[in-house]
C-alpha cells in the first residue's frame, strides 16, 4: 500500500519504464495491469493515467508523461501518488537515460 | 464510481478465466464440483484449444486458470501450456500431482508465466483420503516435494475448507511454509458431485467463524479466490480481497466441451452462456450473451435487501443457493446471520437441482455419501461405504 511519505518520496522527475513483464489492457473505467513475475493485478483509475503509464518511456520525466497525457498541475500529485503505488509493486521502475 | 461497481458491470475480457481441459480424472474426489471421472468424447481438440488460446491473446485475457478432471492426463497438456505461454496467456493450472515428477517440476521452475497449484483436502493422510481417495495425499506430497526441491518458488496449495479439515488450517500453513509455498483457501460448493456431500462437509457456524478470524489475521499471504465473500456479512470489513460474485461479471468457465459457463461451481443449462464453436467464439459468448448480460445488470437482493448485512455480502453465492435449492434471491445457504440454515429446512428433500453433466467413473469403488439434501445421513454401518464413514464431527455439530 502507498502512503503519502510513499508519494513524495516518487521521483518524478526522473525517468521511468513499465516492467517488461507487464501486460496493461484498458477497459471503460481505465485499465487492468499484470505482473506475469509477481502474478499480481493491479488497476488504472482512468483513462488518464492509462496514458500517463503509457507515457512513461517515451518521456524523459514521469511529470513530462503526465504533461503529455493531459494531467493539470492541480491533478498532479494524485498521479503522483498513483505512480508511486506501482512503482511499490514492481509495475514501473526507473529507467536509465 | 468504485472499482467494485465498475467490475459488476462487466469487463472486455475476464480477468480470471477458469477452463477445465478435460473431464477425465485418476482420481473420484467425493466433492468434485464437475462431477468429473470419464473423458468425454466431445472435448476440444488440440487445433481447437489453441484457437481459443489465440482468441484470448486477442482479448488480453492475462491468464487461465486450467483445471479438469486432472488436466496433466490430457496427452497434449505440456505442449498446451507451451502454446500458452508463447501467446502471453499466462497459466495457472490445478493438479493433484499426478504427473508432476522430478523432471516436471524442474522444467515448471524455469518459467515466469506457469503457476502450480497442488490439491490438498487434508493436512494429514486420513482426512485428506477421506475425500480425495486412497493415495492422493502421498501423490501431493511426492508432488509438492517435486517443485520443492526444483526451486518452484511460491507454487500454490489449495484446500477446499470442510468440517473435517477446518480445524487444520494452521497445520495447512506449516506444510506451505516447509515447502516454500503459498496457501489457498476455497469454500466447499454444493456442485457437481459436492452436492452429495455438502451437508456432511461443509463447515459448521461456529467453523466459519473461525475461519473468518483466522483468514482475517492471516489474509494478507493466503489466497481465497475471494471465495468466501459470503462470510464478509460478518461486517468489520477486515476480509482481504473484492469480496465479490465475479460470475459473468469478471470471472467465468469453459468446460472440456467448450461450452461457458457463469462460473466453475455452476455447470447447469440454468448458467450455460453458450458454446465457444459457436459462431462468435468465445468472444461473442462473453461480449454478446444474455444470461451475461443480466448477470452485469443490477440484481434484486430478494429478502436480503433488508438485512444490514447486504452491502458485505450481497446475498452470498449464487451457485450455492441454486444447487442447494435455494431462491436466487434469497439468503446464502452458508449465510452468517443463520438466514440460510431456516430457509433449508423449507426445501423438500430431494427439490435441488441437479447438475446437467455427470462424467464421474461407473465403477467408483468408494460411493458418494447416499445423502441427498434434506436428509439426516444415515448411521455409521460396519460395512459403510460411506467415506466419512466413522468420522468425528467437528465441534459445534
Same mark, same amino acid.
Given at each position: ?97 | ?22 473431464? %477425465? ?24 484449444? +489453441? ?11 492475462? &491468464? ?13 497438456? @505440456? ?11 499466462? $497459466? ?11 523432471? $516436471? ?31 492422493? &495425499? ?17 507454487? +500454490? ?47 459448521? /457456524? ?7 478470524? @483466522? ?70 459468448? @462473453? ?5 451475461? /448480460? ?8 430478494? %429478502? ?47 427439490? %435441488?437441482? +441437479? ?43
Amino acid at each position: 500500500m502507498s502512503t503519502d511519505r510513499d508519494a513524495a518520496a516518487f521521483d518524478l522527475d526522473g525517468a521511468w519504464e513499465l516492467d517488461s513483464r507487464v501486460s496493461i489492457r484498458p477497459e471503460r473505467f481505465g485499465a487492468l495491469l499484470y505482473h506475469f513475475g509477481t502474478r499480481r493485478l493491479s488497476f488504472l483509475k482512468s483513462r488518464t493515467m492509462l496514458a500517463a503509464v503509457q507515457a512513461l518511456t517515451d518521456h524523459p520525466s514521469a511529470r513530462a508523461a503526465c504533461a503529455q497525457a493531459g494531467v493539470a498541475q492541480a491533478e498532479l500529485p494524485r498521479y503522483r501518488a498513483a505512480l508511486a503505488a506501482l512503482a511499490a509493486s514492481d509495475m514501473i521502475h526507473p529507467r536509465s537515460v | 464510481m468504485p472499482l467494485v461497481d465498475e467490475f459488476q458491470f462487466g469487463l472486455d475480457a475476464p480477468i480470471c478465466l477458469t477452463w477445465e481441459l478435460t473431464y %477425465a480424472c485418476n482420481l473420484s474426489c467425493v466433492h468434485c464440483l464437475s462431477s468429473s471421472g470419464r473423458r468425454d468424447p466431445r472435448e476440444l481438440s488440440t487445433a481447437e484449444c +489453441k484457437a481459443l488460446i489465440d482468441e484470448f491473446e486477442r482479448m488480453q485475457v492475462f &491468464y487461465v486458470n486450467i483445471g479438469g478432471g486432472e488436466p496433466t492426463v490430457r496427452p497434449d497438456f @505440456w505442449e498446451l501450456v507451451d502454446y500458452a505461454t508463447e501467446h502471453h496467456v499466462g $497459466v495457472k493450472f490445478s493438479t493433484n500431482g499426478i504427473k508432476i515428477t522430478e523432471d $516436471v517440476a524442474k522444467r515448471l521452475a524455469g518459467s515466469d508465466y506457469v503457476d502450480v497449484q497442488i490439491s490438498l483436502d487434508g493436512a494429514t493422510e486420513e482426512v485428506n483420503d477421506h475425500v480425495r481417495g486412497p493415495g492422493s &495425499y502421498r501423490t501431493a506430497v511426492r508432488a509438492m516435494e517435486n517443485l520443492s526441491a526444483a526451486g518452484f518458488g511460491n507454487f +500454490k496449495i489449495s484446500v477446499v475448507v470442510t468440517r473435517q479439515n477446518a480445524g487444520q488450517l494452521d497445520d495447512f500453513k506449516a506444510i506451505a511454509d516447509r515447502y516454500g509455498a503459498q496457501l489457498r483457501l476455497t469454500r466447499l460448493r454444493p456442485s457437481g458431485r459436492g452436492a452429495d456431500v455438502w451437508d456432511e462437509l461443509h463447515p459448521t /457456524a461456529q467453523q466459519q467463524r473461525e475461519l473468518y478470524e @483466522w483468514l482475517v489475521e492471516y489474509g494478507e499471504n493466503v489466497l481465497t479466490g475471494d471465495s468466501f465473500f459470503h462470510l464478509a456479512g460478518y461486517g468489520d470489513g477486515g476480509l482481504p480481497g473484492l469480496n465479490l460474485c465475479g460470475a459473468g461479471r469478471v470471472v467465468c468457465l469453459v468446460d472440456p466441451v467448450g461450452d461457458v459457463y457463469a462460473c466453475p461451481f455452476a455447470i447447469h443449462d440454468t448458467f450455460l452462456a453458450g458454446n465457444i464453436r459457436g459462431e462468435g467464439g468465445f468472444t461473442g459468448v @462473453w461480449r454478446e450473451s444474455e444470461l451475461f /448480460a443480466e448477470l452485469r445488470s443490477p440484481q434484486s437482493g430478494g %429478502a436480503c435487501t433488508s438485512c444490514s448485512a447486504f452491502d458485505a455480502c450481497r446475498g452470498g453465492c449464487m451457485a450455492a443457493k441454486f444447487f442447494t435449492g435455494l431462491p436466487l434471491d434469497g439468503p446464502d445457504p452458508e449465510c452468517v446471520r443463520g438466514h440460510g440454515e431456516r430457509a433449508l429446512a423449507g426445501v423438500a428433500a430431494g427439490s %435441488a437441482p +441437479k447438475p446437467s453433466l455427470d462424467h464421474s467413473h461407473r465403477t467408483r469403488k468408494r460411493e458418494p455419501v447416499p445423502v441427498t439434501i434434506g436428509m439426516r445421513r444415515p448411521p455409521d454401518r460396519a460395512c459403510d461405504e460411506n467415506p466419512l464413514a466413522g468420522f468425528a464431527p467437528g465441534p459445534g455439530r
